[in-house]
């Protein structure tokens, strides 16, 4: 079976440090991969999805950035981290249309 | 434009009552369909979700949803609430043909269940 791994669960990181989030899947090939933002009591945002390796698309344009090195592995990145990135930071995966989650890293930044 | 609108930011229900929660979209054809739950602090599940095919859709957790074409909707329902379902409810779209699998989500509705 499928499943999908990220770490860390939970950051705290100084304003203008570095950030950098990883999410890998299990058990299945080539799927669509995504990272999503929930800000304290909003919705998700999507913030980029990849459809293959080195394949990046950005939704928003922001702080943020993404990269696809290997086939199931995706990264989150920043060179220097802002207050407004603060929030539960979500990776999913999908194959034939339907996405799942991961369980989600918390970052604060102070 | 798709677009999904829950309008319920919050509801409270009593356990062993019923539940529905509203979902309404927009979307130009059939459309994709999902219904997701979030507890505090966790990732996304999916509850189940509608591609076609019969519209009384069954999911996990004793959770069904119908999709209406004539009202745009796809609503969930749950016949007896259990504390352990309160929770965030997403419903969500499919951004379409050749959109990478992307997802349009509502804003969500929060569940709170009283004893």
């Known amino acids: 079976s499928q499943t999908i791994h990220q770490w860390p669960a939970t950051l705290v990181q100084p304003v203008g440090s570095p950030l950098s989030l990883e999410c890998t899947v299990e058990?299945?090939?080539?799927?669509?991969l995504y990272w999503y933002r929930q800000a304290a009591g909003r919705g998700l945002q999507l913030l980029f999805y990849?459809?293959?390796?080195?394949?990046i698309s950005s939704e928003v344009p922001q702080n943020l950035s993404a990269s696809r090195p290997q086939d199931r592995q995706f990264i989150l990145s920043s060179k220097k981290l802002l207050l407004s990135d603060s929030g539960f930071y979500l990776c999913?995966?999908?194959?034939?249309?339907?996405?799942?989650f991961g369980p989600g890293t918390r970052l604060t930044v102070l | 434009a798709q677009s999904v609108t829950q309008p319920d930011i919050h509801i409270t229900v009593s356990e062993g009552a019923s539940l529905e929660l509203r979902c309404n979209y927009s979307?130009?054809?059939?459309?994709?369909l999902f219904w997701y739950v979030q507890s505090p602090g966790q990732g996304l599940q999916l509850l189940l979700k509608?591609?076609?095919?019969?519209?009384l859709v069954q999911g996990i957790k004793g959770f069904e949803a119908e999709f209406k074409r004539s009202q745009s909707s796809f609503n969930l329902r749950k016949p007896s609430v259990h504390w352990s379902d309160a929770a965030e409810y997403f419903c969500?779209?499919?951004?379409?043909?050749?959109?990478?699998?992307?997802?349009?989500f509502g804003q969500g509705t929060e569940l709170s269940v009283k004893p």
């Open positions: 509608y591609f076609s095919g019969d519209t």
């Open positions: 969500a779209v499919g951004a379409g043909y050749n959109q990478g699998g992307k997802l349009i």
């Open positions: 999913a995966w999908s194959v034939s249309d339907t996405q799942y």
């Open positions: 058990g299945t090939s080539n799927p669509n």
């Open positions: 979307y130009g054809a059939t459309p994709y």
């Open positions: 990849s459809v293959g390796i080195g394949q």
